[in-house]
């Protein structure tokens, strides 16, 4: 599961659904590992109007998530056809679900 973190403990927040794989505030979906890049990825999603938003959007801050940047284990491959040296393929390691945090902000609604 995520890190999470209550900005304000005890203030209410918005409805969610938070799983080892994915956060849901209302129709909007993060999931982690579709997410990851090669560098941190801060995502965050907003209340503005009725209606949540993420990135950009103007509202009030709901929740940040931050998953951290994709790892790599290097193997080794196939052979080099020109040099015959082997090749170093780099293979992305899976998501770790306990490295993604998740900043749960008070909600009013």
């Known amino acids: 599961m995520p890190q999470i973190t209550m900005i304000q403990p005890g203030a209410p927040v918005a409805p969610i659904a938070i799983s080892a794989d994915r956060l849901t505030v209302g129709d909007i979906t993060i999931d982690y590992a579709v ?3 090669d560098e941190a990825v801060e995502i965050a999603i907003r209340h503005s ?4 938003t993420r990135d950009g959007a103007d509202g009030a801050f709901v929740a940040i998530v931050r998953i951290p940047p ?5 193997q080794p491959g196939e052979t080099d ?3 015959g040296a082997p090749r ?4 992305a390691l899976p998501l770790d679900p ?3 945090s998740v900043e749960l902000w008070p909600f009013a609604g």
């Not at 109007?49 to 949540?52: L, Q, T």
């Open 35 to 37: 997410e990851q890049q």
């Open 49 to 52: 109007a009725g209606a949540f």
């Open 70 to 74: 994709r790892q790599y284990t290097e």
């Open 81 to 83: 056809p020109m040099t």
């Open 88 to 91: 170093i393929e780099r293979v």
């Open 98 to 100: 306990s490295a993604v």
